[in-house]
């Protein structure tokens, strides 16, 4: 064994066993798509006397805090996304409407005494307007009956704690205790001391609490305590038949106090334990099927050579999954559908340097598998750095642009992209190397894997065609598939889904199959004429709408109810109209940077011709890509723009091992016509081609049988991406090349030489 073979091999035992010790102790964490509960995004509101920035921000976020904490939530998480938004993650919670209304009050907590009650108040009191100079107002109880109210004594910085008990001695149930400090200690004994003149059962002997204008509790103070002396001592206790919830809520709401801005509810999801955990499941069986379909496809192709690339491919999944748990990220459905996907892209590095091994087997006089393997790690090493750089370029994109689960995906397909590389450079160099000194291989050295031809290439030896002869044609059918597809733009229009337009969507499954189209006739009677519905799979059912309120929901669900005996919601999304409009806006610029990076790179790797001709093709499979899903009624959404960004990634791979050979041929054959090197560099590198897309394939088709109704469109957005980016990569970028050249291909062997690129 070399010394550079030890050194891999320490690192990477070093690597791995590190992984091992990271992926037994620590565990990654679920995101709600994945384990169930709620997610709210909140944005923070200026008023004439409070601006909303950073700082309001970040008090707000301290209120709310305690807030959830009183909800008794398990594990909630909350964090800053900008100066004015806060995402909070509820897992468990499955009543968004009711965590909304607790954490989005906002004004102020005020403890008032109660002057009597009122006969016939106004409307205006009823809103809690000020009345006469004595700022007089009229509010409902928390009965319902108007109660006037004087000016506030207290407020809720004069709180100093609230907490729900229960007195199972005295047999009062649950009641609520509230602390007051400073100068509301003394506040309170006055206000009650007040109340406590009046006559037991008169109005005028409660205490009004009021928050958000509206009156959360209006106790009476007990017959024990005496006029003017009122409840001394800093603490008080608030009775009245609580059950559990109502006491802890009251206490929660007392505790909080007020917000320092409103807050509005741009963004919620809520998603049932039932659907994350089908999705898990579903998931895992995709990733085992697709894994084994292609572990034996790489044993089949690369015989030994392919049964350690698969051991390598084991310890990925392992890098992979370590990596995720150290750095505390949040694994969600696009992201577990990401990290089986990688697993199909990290074949391709292991592809990239068997071909080429079989390459530099072929043409040496006496050939060895040991060096032959060398060969082709080291001649593969640039193709793989720049097509992995370039997944790294989508991967930053999702991760800076995107948000939620696509964001989450952009971290997953990003680590999976650097596990990869390790894995294929290191792992698999170690391993491969090792097996490749063996006696056993060097006497055998078809055995290897890396000794013969291979069925793709040695067809293409045979017949060598000249692809290339007439690139305008293949332009031309290009351009005619692009024309298809966008015509399903023009004629079917985009379906954006309900992240890039605002709404709600609501998933359902039923005890019974519904008729999609007699739910939506019986949605448009029931007052809902705009509402889109789909059926997912047997029993599961989508709607989508225009904003709803709570009332309108249970309208919805009672609809769906009556047509399928029986509907549990699994899923329930609302966006606003603003944040669906700057995640519409967010999407196109991902789109415009994804491209323009590409290209910057591209052009600084090998020359502006060829990254020109690499971007157009990458505008050709989003098109095409767009188109299809145009046809076929798909909703355009943000796991569509994930898998999307990722097609542009895996066309550009394509691109860039056809250039990186083309660019190795131009080196050798200055002379040459640039049409007979380009067609050359597509037959030598179309092996890798066809492997590298058929182990994708093998993953994708196993996410999209058994991946379950969420990640059917997902699978099935990169499958034909798949097939269209190796098309634009062959068919569409290196003809588009060949053209833009000017070189016909007709010049002689003297005539000017070809530009290094």
């Given at each position: 064994?070399?010394?550079?073979?030890?050194v891999r091999a320490l690192c990477a035992l070093a690597v791995l066993a590190l992984s091992v010790f990271i992926a037994a102790t620590v565990p990654v964490r679920l995101g709600l798509d994945l384990r169930g509960g709620t997610q709210i995004v909140l944005e923070t509101r200026s008023t004439p006397t409070a601006a909303a920035d950073s700082e309001a921000t970040d008090r707000t976020v301290e209120v709310l805090r305690g807030r959830i904490d009183a909800l008794g939530v398990t594990e909630p998480t909350l964090t800053r996304s900008g100066d004015n938004r806060i995402i909070v993650e509820l897992p468990g919670v499955q009543d968004p409407e009711k965590a909304t209304e607790v954490l989005g009050r906002t004004a102020q907590l005020t403890f008032h005494e109660v002057l009597g009650a009122a006969e016939k108040p106004d409307k205006s009191a009823q809103k809690g307007k000020d009345r006469g100079p004595h700022r007089e107002r009229v509010l409902k109880d928390d009965s319902g009956d108007?109660?006037?109210?004087?000016?506030?004594?207290?407020?809720?910085?004069?709180?100093?704690?609230?907490?729900?008990?229960?007195?199972?001695?005295?047999?009062?149930?649950?009641?609520?205790?509230?602390?007051?400090?400073?100068?509301?200690?003394?506040?309170?004994?006055?206000?009650?001391?007040?109340?406590?003149?009046?006559?037991?059962?008169?109005?005028?002997?409660?205490?009004?609490?009021?928050?958000?204008?509206?009156?959360?509790?209006?106790?009476?103070?007990?017959?024990?305590?005496?006029?003017?002396?009122?409840?001394?001592?800093?603490?008080?206790?608030?009775?009245?038949?609580?059950?559990?919830?109502?006491?802890?809520?009251?206490?929660?709401?007392?505790?909080?106090?007020?917000?320092?801005?409103?807050?509005?509810?741009?963004?919620?999801?809520?998603?049932?334990?039932?659907?994350?955990?089908?999705?898990?499941?579903?998931?895992?069986?995709?990733?085992?099927?697709?894994?084994?379909?292609?572990?034996?496809?790489?044993?089949?192709?690369?015989?030994?050579?392919?049964?350690?690339?698969?051991?390598?491919?084991?310890?990925?999944?392992?890098?992979?999954?370590?990596?995720?748990?150290?750095?505390?990220?949040?694994?969600?459905?696009?992201?577990?559908?990401?990290?089986?996907?990688?697993?199909?892209?990290?074949?391709?590095?292991?592809?990239?340097?068997?071909?080429?091994?079989?390459?530099?087997?072929?043409?040496?006089?006496?050939?060895?598998?040991?060096?032959?393997?060398?060969?082709?790690?080291?001649?593969?090493?640039?193709?793989?750095?720049?097509?992995?750089?370039?997944?790294?370029?989508?991967?930053?994109?999702?991760?800076?642009?995107?948000?939620?689960?696509?964001?989450?995906?952009?971290?997953?397909?990003?680590?999976?992209?650097?596990?990869?590389?390790?894995?294929?450079?290191?792992?698999?160099?170690?391993?491969?190397?090792?097996?490749?000194?063996?006696?056993?291989?060097?006497?055998?050295?078809?055995?290897?894997?890396?000794?013969?031809?291979?069925?793709?290439?040695?067809?293409?030896?045979?017949?060598?065609?000249?692809?290339?002869?007439?690139?305008?044609?293949?332009?031309?059918?290009?351009?005619?598939?692009?024309?298809?597809?966008?015509?399903?733009?023009?004629?079917?229009?985009?379906?954006?889904?309900?992240?890039?337009?605002?709404?709600?969507?609501?998933?359902?499954?039923?005890?019974?199959?519904?008729?999609?189209?007699?739910?939506?006739?019986?949605?448009?009677?029931?007052?809902?004429?705009?509402?889109?519905?789909?059926?997912?799979?047997?029993?599961?059912?989508?709607?989508?709408?225009?904003?709803?309120?709570?009332?309108?929901?249970?309208?919805?669900?009672?609809?769906?109810?009556?047509?399928?005996?029986?509907?549990?919601?699994?899923?329930?999304?609302?966006?606003?109209?603003?944040?669906?409009?700057?995640?519409?806006?967010?999407?196109?610029?991902?789109?415009?940077?994804?491209?323009?990076?590409?290209?910057?790179?591209?052009?600084?790797?090998?020359?502006?011709?060829?990254?020109?001709?690499?971007?157009?093709?990458?505008?050709?499979?989003?098109?095409?890509?767009?188109?299809?899903?145009?046809?076929?009624?798909?909703?355009?959404?943000?796991?569509?723009?994930?898998?999307?960004?990722?097609?542009?990634?895996?066309?550009?791979?394509?691109?860039?091992?056809?250039?990186?050979?083309?660019?190795?041929?131009?080196?050798?054959?200055?002379?040459?016509?640039?049409?007979?090197?380009?067609?050359?560099?597509?037959?030598?590198?179309?092996?890798?081609?066809?492997?590298?897309?058929?182990?994708?394939?093998?993953?994708?088709?196993?996410?999209?049988?058994?991946?379950?109704?969420?990640?059917?469109?997902?699978?099935?957005?990169?499958?034909?991406?798949?097939?269209?980016?190796?098309?634009?990569?062959?068919?569409?970028?290196?003809?588009?090349?060949?053209?833009?050249?000017?070189?016909?291909?007709?010049?002689?062997?003297?005539?000017?030489?070809?530009?290094?690129?």
């Amino acid at each position: 064994m070399t010394r550079s073979l030890r050194v891999r091999a320490l690192c990477a035992l070093a690597v791995l066993a590190l992984s091992v010790f990271i992926a037994a102790t620590v565990p990654v964490r679920l995101g709600l798509d994945l384990r169930g509960g709620t997610q709210i995004v909140l944005e923070t509101r200026s008023t004439p006397t409070a601006a909303a920035d950073s700082e309001a921000t970040d008090r707000t976020v301290e209120v709310l805090r305690g807030r959830i904490d009183a909800l008794g939530v398990t594990e909630p998480t909350l964090t800053r996304s900008g100066d004015n938004r806060i995402i909070v993650e509820l897992p468990g919670v499955q009543d968004p409407e009711k965590a909304t209304e607790v954490l989005g009050r906002t004004a102020q907590l005020t403890f008032h005494e109660v002057l009597g009650a009122a006969e016939k108040p106004d409307k205006s009191a009823q809103k809690g307007k000020d009345r006469g100079p004595h700022r007089e107002r009229v509010l409902k109880d928390d009965s319902g009956d108007p109660l006037r109210l004087a000016a506030a004594s207290l407020t809720g910085e004069d709180v100093k704690s609230a907490d729900a008990r229960i007195d199972q001695q005295r047999g009062t149930g649950w009641h609520v205790t509230v602390d007051f400090e400073g100068k509301g200690r003394a506040g309170w004994a006055g206000l009650t001391g007040q109340a406590a003149c009046q006559p037991p059962g008169d109005p005028a002997r409660r205490v009004a609490i009021v928050l958000d204008d509206k009156v959360i509790s209006s106790p009476q103070v007990d017959p024990s305590v005496t006029c003017r002396t009122g409840i001394t001592g800093g603490s008080t206790e608030i009775t009245g038949r609580f059950s559990h919830e109502e006491a802890r809520e009251l206490a929660l709401l007392i505790n909080g106090g007020a917000l320092p801005v409103p807050v509005e509810t741009v963004e919620q999801r809520t998603v049932g334990p039932t659907l994350g955990a089908e999705a898990i499941e579903a998931s895992a069986w995709a990733a085992v099927v697709g894994t084994g379909l292609t572990a034996l496809f790489i044993v089949t192709v690369y015989r030994l050579m392919g049964a350690l690339a698969v051991v390598a491919l084991a310890c990925y999944g392992l890098l992979s999954y370590a990596a995720l748990a150290a750095l505390g990220a949040t694994l969600t459905l696009p992201g577990l559908a990401g990290f089986v996907l990688a697993i199909g892209m990290a074949v391709d590095a292991n592809v990239l340097v068997f071909e080429r091994a079989r390459e530099e087997y072929a043409a040496r006089s006496r050939p060895s598998t040991r060096t032959s393997l060398a060969a082709g790690f080291r001649n593969a090493f640039s193709a793989i750095a720049d097509s992995n750089i370039t997944t790294l370029i989508a991967a930053a994109l999702l991760f800076f642009l995107a948000s939620g689960p696509v964001r989450g995906f952009g971290v997953t397909l990003g680590i999976g992209v650097i596990a990869s590389m390790f894995s294929a450079l290191v792992i698999t160099r170690v391993l491969a190397e090792f097996a490749a000194s063996r006696r056993a291989v060097r006497q055998r050295p078809r055995l290897s894997g890396i000794a013969g031809a291979g069925a793709v290439r040695a067809r293409l030896l045979r017949r060598d065609p000249h692809l290339m002869r007439h690139p305008r044609r293949w332009l031309a059918a290009s351009a005619a598939a692009v024309l298809l597809a966008t015509a399903g733009i023009a004629v079917r229009g985009l379906d954006l889904g309900v992240e890039f337009t605002g709404g709600r969507l609501i998933e359902y499954t039923t005890t019974e199959s519904v008729d999609p189209d007699k739910a939506r006739a019986a949605l448009a009677d029931a007052g809902f004429p705009r509402a889109v519905v789909q059926s997912s799979g047997d029993d599961n059912l989508t709607v989508r709408t225009d904003e709803l309120s709570n009332a309108e929901e249970e309208e919805v669900t009672a609809t769906v109810s009556g047509l399928a005996g029986e509907a549990e919601k699994l899923r329930d999304e609302v966006v606003g109209p603003s944040i669906g409009e700057e995640l519409r806006q967010g999407a196109l610029i991902a789109l415009a940077v994804a491209l323009g990076s590409q290209l910057l790179y591209l052009a600084a790797r090998f020359r502006w011709l060829l990254g020109s001709a690499a971007v157009v093709a990458m505008a050709h499979d989003v098109l095409v890509l767009v188109g299809v899903f145009a046809w076929l009624g798909k909703p355009l959404d943000g796991v569509f723009l994930a898998a999307l960004l990722t097609v542009i990634g895996y066309s550009v791979n394509d691109s860039i091992v056809v250039f990186d050979r083309l660019r190795e041929l131009s080196r050798g054959r200055r002379t040459a016509p640039f049409p007979e090197l380009a067609n050359r560099a597509v037959l030598q590198t179309l092996p890798r081609t066809v492997n590298t897309g058929l182990g994708a394939v093998f993953i994708l088709s196993a996410l999209a049988v058994l991946g379950g109704d969420s990640l059917t469109d997902f699978a099935l957005a990169l499958l034909i991406g798949i097939v269209v980016g190796t098309w634009s990569s062959v068919f569409t970028a290196t003809p588009l090349a060949v053209t833009l050249t000017g070189d016909t291909g007709k010049k002689s062997r003297s005539a000017k030489p070809v530009r290094r690129s």
